[in-house]
């Protein structure tokens, strides 16, 4: 079985990060993705989405260091569904505990992110530098995709 996330958007406000000892640190993140297309009738409709993400330990480090309302990251993730009791209901929290996230932009922009640069639970080395530029490449036509004239 397979539970699997893939997101690419911005985020709505900046990371909430606690720090629950010396070396357990979470964020909690609002990320925003879009979708964009024609309806049957010709008109423009854009429809956004809103996903609770969950980083731990480095991740959540490396959120709350470099990423800030606005910036535009790519992550992968599992969903995690909680559920909690309010007044005798039963709710339900869903949220996307995040493995791996790569900050998209450019260097030195208005979103504290840089081009090229990746947080993930895997060590950094030279052949991570070719799959980071293989995923950006893929992230960029995912993006343009967005702007698809679709039938309905």
Same mark, same amino acid.
């Given at each position: 079985?397979?539970?699997?996330?893939?997101?690419?958007?911005?985020?709505?406000?900046?990371?909430?990060?606690?720090? =629950?000892?010396?070396?357990?640190?979470? $964020? +909690?993140? /609002?990320? /925003?993705?879009?979708?964009?297309?024609?309806?049957?009738?010709?008109?423009?409709? *854009?429809? +956004?989405?809103?996903?609770?993400?969950?980083?731990?330990?480095? =991740? $959540?480090?490396? /959120?709350?260091?470099? =990423?800030?309302?606005?910036?535009?990251?790519?992550?992968?993730?599992?969903?995690?569904?909680?559920?909690?009791?309010?007044?005798?209901?039963?709710?339900?929290? +869903?949220?996307?505990?995040?493995? +791996?996230?790569?900050?998209?932009?450019? $260097?030195?922009?208005?979103?504290?992110?840089?081009?090229?640069?990746?947080?993930?639970? &895997? &060590?950094?080395?030279?052949?991570?530098?070719?799959? *980071?530029?293989?995923? *950006?490449? $893929?992230?960029?036509?995912?993006?343009?995709?967005?702007?698809?004239?679709?039938?309905?």
């Amino acid at each position: 079985m397979i539970n699997k996330v893939i997101l690419v958007g911005n985020l709505g406000k900046d990371p909430e990060v606690k720090y =629950l000892d010396a070396n357990k640190v979470v $964020a +909690t993140l /609002a990320l /925003a993705t879009s979708e964009r297309y024609t309806d049957k009738n010709g008109n423009k409709v *854009e429809n +956004t989405e809103w996903h609770n993400l969950e980083m731990w330990d480095g =991740l $959540a480090k490396v /959120a709350e260091k470099y =990423l800030n309302k606005g910036s535009m990251i790519y992550v992968e993730g599992r969903l995690k569904t909680d559920m909690y009791e309010k007044d005798g209901i039963k709710r339900y929290s +869903t949220k996307i505990r995040v493995s +791996t996230m790569n900050m998209l932009g450019k $260097a030195g922009g208005g979103s504290n992110t840089s081009s090229g640069a990746t947080a993930s639970t &895997q &060590q950094s080395n030279t052949p991570a530098k070719e799959v *980071e530029k293989h995923n *950006e490449a $893929a992230i960029e036509s995912i993006i343009d995709e967005g702007d698809d004239d679709l039938p309905f």
